[in-house]
T-cell receptor, first 114, second 113 residues
């Protein structure tokens, strides 16, 4: 059974720092990996999706990398801002054998203070 | 283009009452999902529907039923609510052409007393 772990569980940093959030998974036979952002009391917003054949994806100040062989992904946030404060979740999906259903990590709660 | 919508946003039930959570998507997605999110437990899949006319159990289906009414709508029913079903419920959808990227609704916060 796939297990997804996110470290650290919580992070508090001053504004302007570059951040790395980690996601690890136990089964490397994945179809894709997705990073989400969740604000308090809200739903999940998709940030980046990396297909299994890709090594990284970028969107603005966000860069996500994928190393399937080691079962790891990182989300890099450049020049953090208070508006980046949220919980960040990663999810990995298996292919047809797993019906493309994602397994979620429990998230990293990020606070960026001015 | 509203994406994924859910109703209601909040609900309080007494133990033993029933209710249906509604979900609709306007992205023409084939796959739809129901999750619950609990503190310390993360997101867990209750049921999913890979296409119109099909539904399958997820990790925590007990106490729930679902209906895929048409391609747009996927409802979750609690027949006899229990305090253990107090949670936040999320509906999501995805599609093969976008590599099954998941799109989530805003959630329903349910309290069972």
């Amino acid at each position: 059974k796939q297990e997804v772990t996110q470290i650290p569980a919580a992070l508090s940093v001053p504004e302007g720092e570059n951040l790395v959030l980690n996601c690890s998974f136990t089964d490397s036979a994945i179809y894709n990996l997705q990073w989400f952002r969740q604000d308090p009391g809200k739903g999940l917003t998709s940030l980046l999706l990396i297909q299994s054949s890709q090594r990284e994806q970028t969107s603005g100040r966000l860069n996500a990398s994928l190393d399937k062989s080691s079962g790891r992904s990182t989300l890099y946030i450049a020049a953090s801002q208070p508006g980046d404060s949220a919980t960040y979740l990663c999810a990995v999906s298996r292919g047809p054998g797993g019906s493309y259903i994602p397994t979620f990590g429990r998230g990293t709660s990020l606070i960026v203070h001015p | 283009n509203a994406g994924v919508t859910q109703t209601p946003k909040f609900q309080v039930l007494k133990t033993g009452q029933s209710m249906t959570l509604q979900c609709a998507q306007d992205m023409n997605h084939n796959s739809m999902y129901w999750y619950r999110q609990d503190p310390g437990m993360g997101l867990r899949l209750i049921y999913y529907s890979a296409s119109e006319g099909t539904t399958d159990k997820g990790e925590v289906p007990n106490g729930y039923n679902v209906s895929r009414l048409n391609k747009r709508e996927f409802s979750l029913r609690l027949e006899s609510a229990a305090p253990s079903q107090t949670s936040v419920y999320f509906c999501a959808s995805s599609e093969a052409r976008s590599y099954y990227e998941q799109y989530f609704g805003p959630g329903t916060r349910l309290t069972v007393t």
